[in-house]
């Protein structure tokens, strides 16, 4: 009897614990849009990296082991792992085809 206890509480701190770095990224990506946002007096809205982000954000908002968010579960991730790869890939070719782009763009 004690077995199942513990394996059942060893779980729940499993899921409480993901719960909790779950929420911890939701809030660091929270504070990065608006830290970003207001820093750029909202000029950067148009661009797709900020949209990447915001997709990220509500991503890990959601609540994984819900039933009731399955259907944006599998909304939001497709997008949000295939624009944070495309991104990805994207800054390494401008990096490899133009290695002093961030000294060209500085002011």
Do not use: Q
């Amino acid at each position: 009897m004690g077995t199942d206890s513990d394996a059942k509480a060893k779980s729940e701190l499993a899921e409480n614990n993901s719960i909790l770095t779950r929420k911890i990224i939701f809030y660091a990506f929270l504070a990065t849009l608006i830290a970003d946002t207001y820093a750029s007096k909202a000029e950067v809205l148009h661009h797709l990296t900020l949209w990447s982000l915001i997709l990220h954000m509500l991503y890990f908002e959601l609540h994984l082991p819900s039933k009731s968010t399955t259907t944006l579960i599998r909304l939001y991730h497709g997008p949000s792992i295939c624009g944070s790869f495309a991104l990805f890939n994207m800054y390494l070719w401008t990096l490899i085809a133009n290695p002093s782009m961030e000294f060209d763009l500085a002011p």
